[in-house]
């Protein structure tokens, strides 16, 4: 069990800590999730960070009430979607807070404190427009009026007040600040010794072509004056070998100045505008940074004093905040656009725990035939329903006709309806599980040193050890990989120990003789069959016994040595 903190507020979890499992990388991928979201976000990184999202799973019906209301608002508000969308695109600082930081030890230079100024600006954009935009009186989720509570309180706080003046004053201050002229000092062979900075000015410098400016005054001879002198006690430092290299590209590519950006505020270390990444001239860079420091002290000054009494603000909060809306934003854009297609979703209700009925599940489908299938009519859609009589479901049907499809989809289910999500489906009914536990078939490779039946043991008896009565299993053709003989003893022991512990249990199997043997009146296994029609899969499941003792058969069909197959014959 982990400990996720929410740091006062977030829209994933209520108070300041909740618990919850993890989900593992293969159960997410039996799931087939990771294809999913690919549809859901076309950013790799939105991607991995829904995904983590989705594999954190509490049982908290509390939790699954918060995102699912906080999701019907995102979902039904295309107009607050939108601003809150256009917002987190204007404050993507926000979402790398405090890569600007250097070590402890070292101060930070005049661009790290802009750049630090720029972040607590897009903080304040944040917290107004995100007030405004969560004023909107069609919000009903709790979750999103306890955050514009939250948003109200920074913004009524005195300490927000003082630090928007103080940055606008900084802002004006550091705004005078449009170039800088550097001084160059050469050899004989008009190579450079030094430079330094003359002089911090308030207009941007104006003519551009150093090879015309140095003709000019090559031309006229009494413009070349006598004497260097300094305006100020400014540092001189001898240029080193890059140096020297990155000024005479300098003057062979025609720069002129040094001229900073027009706003200062997004300053950054590559302020030599007209040179290329990689030809020495990042020295001369931070040189420059460091003496536009010593020349501007009084706003390097002020600025440390405002930053510092700023620095435990609420930006880390607000941070916290952007991946948890981009989660609500993209299934909302992408639910609406497959509802557009004719595709069906619908809002999953939390059952209380003290209830008879642990599941419903009326019309659903997995989310993987969604692409597959052309239109949304040509879907098949199935019910399920998970009670102390129907606790453990023995799937049987022949090959290929739906079994592992209607397996996957029952654990997509729970794991977007507890992640807030609409699911694929026309209604569904629930008690969140504490965790969703798959055993599909493993790869050849991870079967090496016990051998495939062996492998498939322990991971069972570790997905036994790890469930409770909260828990949903699903065994995809579990102990099928031996004869049938010491599979059906094998499967017969694991059905037995699943119901007592009483745990939420889809098993698709090709053994019609566990289904028929294991299944009874009263015990909470029940036979289901991907049923047949005149010969053809209807891929629906019915509640019947197995259609026959055809195990030996289907597992023919599966590996292609039916006569009818190895032949060519009917």
Request: net charge negative.
């Amino acid at each position: 069990m982990t400990t996720v903190e929410s740091h006062n507020i977030s829209l994933l979890y209520i108070d300041n800590q909740h618990e919850f499992e993890t989900m593992n990388d293969e159960t997410v991928h039996n799931l087939g999730l990771d294809e999913f979201v690919k549809d859901v976000a076309s950013d790799s990184k939105e991607q991995q960070m829904i995904l983590r999202i989705l594999s954190l799973v509490t049982s908290s019906p509390e939790v699954a009430r918060l995102r699912q209301d906080i999701f019907d608002d995102i979902l039904h508000l295309p107009d607050v979607r939108a601003r809150l969308l256009e917002l987190l695109n204007k404050i993507e600082y926000l979402k790398d807070y405090g890569s600007w930081r250097k070590s402890a030890e070292e101060k930070p230079g005049l661009w790290d404190l802009l750049h630090r100024m720029e972040e607590i600006n897009s903080y304040i954009t944040a917290v107004e427009e995100m007030r405004e935009c969560l004023s909107d009186p069609k919000i009903k989720a709790e979750g999103l009026i306890a955050l514009k509570d939250y948003i109200d309180t920074l913004y009524n706080d005195s300490c927000f007040a003082e630090m928007k003046k103080d940055t606008a004053d900084i802002k004006a201050d550091s705004a005078s600040i449009q170039s800088l002229t550097i001084g160059i000092n050469l050899n004989t062979r008009f190579e450079a010794e030094s430079l330094g900075l003359v002089s911090v000015n308030s207009k941007q410098f104006k003519k551009s072509g150093i090879v015309g400016n140095l003709a000019d005054a090559i031309a006229a001879k009494d413009r070349i004056k006598e004497d260097a002198g300094w305006d100020g006690d400014m540092h001189v430092i001898p240029a080193s070998i890059a140096d020297k290299e990155s000024t005479l590209n300098m003057l062979d590519r025609g720069a002129t100045a040094l001229n900073m950006m027009q706003n200062p505020l997004i300053w950054s270390k590559t302020t030599l505008s007209t040179i290329p990444d990689g030809d020495g001239s990042i020295s001369t860079s931070l040189y420059l940074s460091n003496a536009a420091s010593k020349m501007t002290g009084h706003l390097v000054k002020k600025l440390r004093s405002v930053l510092s009494q700023y620095t435990d603000v609420s930006i880390a909060n607000i941070s916290r905040l952007i991946p948890e809306l981009i989660y609500y934003i993209r299934f909302a854009e992408y639910i609406e656009a497959k509802t557009a297609e004719g595709m069906r979703f619908c809002k999953p209700e939390v059952i209380d725990k003290d209830s008879d009925l642990l599941t419903e599940a009326k019309g659903f489908y997995n989310l993987k035939l969604i692409n597959a299938v052309g239109k949304a009519d040509d879907i098949v859609d199935n019910d399920l329903t998970f009670d102390k009589d129907h606790m453990i479901y023995l799937l049987t049907g022949a090959n290929r006709g739906g079994k592992t499809t209607l397996t996957q989809a029952i654990g997509q289910l729970y794991a977007l309806a507890q992640g807030g999500i609409y699911v694929p489906a026309g209604g569904f009914r629930y008690t969140p599980v504490d965790m969703i536990f798959t055993h599909f078939p493993a790869d050849e490779d991870k079967t090496t040193d016990l051998g495939r039946l062996g492998e498939e043991c322990v991971r069972f008896k570790e997905i036994y050890n790890g469930s409770t009565s909260q828990s949903l299993v699903l065994l995809n053709e579990t102990f099928s990989t031996t004869s049938f003989e010491e599979g059906y003893y094998i499967a017969t022991d694991a059905v037995r120990a699943l119901c007592q512990k009483k745990v939420r249990t889809i098993y698709n199997t090709h053994m019609h003789k566990l289904a028929a043997d294991s299944s009874g009146a009263g015990n909470g296994v029940t036979s289901i069959v991907m049923a047949t029609d005149n010969g053809k899969r209807s891929f629906k499941a019915v509640l019947m016994a197995p259609e026959g003792s055809s195990y030996a058969h289907d597992i023919a069909e599966k590996y292609g040595v039916t006569f009818e197959m190895l032949t060519g014959e009917k």
